[in-house]
């Protein structure tokens, strides 16, 4: 009885610690994070042609943000030049798009959305607003691709599987830097 009581014991100081340590219930939102840029290009559909051109619509992306966002020193410049550049990403991506024989459109808008928490590895994206450039392909009603601009970090993998973590952006900037600077 004596063992039980000790492992009954232990099992509820362990319940109590996970949940102050990985967040139980908060009741609402966490607070914005003005840390971090996301980018999401979410995908007409989830059809197989669909979710194909929406990542080559993200690697089209990624060459033309690169020498835009590679002098970016600071979260508030990053800011101010995304904004700045949402027609152009726009364009970049319909291009993609028309070249590849799709009929709709793309619009790319920076501005603050929820995200639930994400853990990659040894980092932790924690629930709350983040501002985002939110690139919608046609109905953008299909499954998203998603990466972090500012600072440049990208992710493979989905949420609820094994994940790589992968700088990728951060990689092309550097390189970018290596050959422009």
């Known amino acids: 009885m004596k063992k039980f009581c000790i492992i009954f014991l232990l099992s509820i100081i362990i319940s109590v610690t996970a949940i102050g340590l990985f967040g139980g219930n908060d009741g609402g939102r966490d607070e914005v994070n003005g840390d971090y840029i996301r980018i999401h290009i979410r995908a007409d559909s989830n ?46 991506a319909t291009k993609t798009l028309k070249d590849r024989g799709f009929s709709y459109g793309a619009t790319a808008t920076l501005k603050t959305e929820y995200f639930p928490t994400r853990k990659y590895g040894d980092l932790v994206l924690a629930s709350g607003e983040y501002l985002a450039l939110v690139v919608e392909l046609g109905s953008a009603q299909g499954q998203n691709w998603w990466c972090v601009i500012y600072p440049p970090l990208c992710f493979a993998g989905q949420a609820n599987t094994p994940v790589t973590y992968k700088s990728k952006i951060a990689e092309i900037i550097e390189e970018w830097r290596r050959s422009h600077g």
């Open 47 to 92: 059809d197989g042609e669909a979710q194909a051109v929406k990542y080559a619509v993200r690697d089209e992306l990624v060459k033309t943000l690169t020498p835009i966002v590679a002098e970016c020193e600071s979260f508030e410049k990053a800011k101010q030049t995304l904004k700045s550049s949402e027609a152009l990403l726009s364009a970049a």
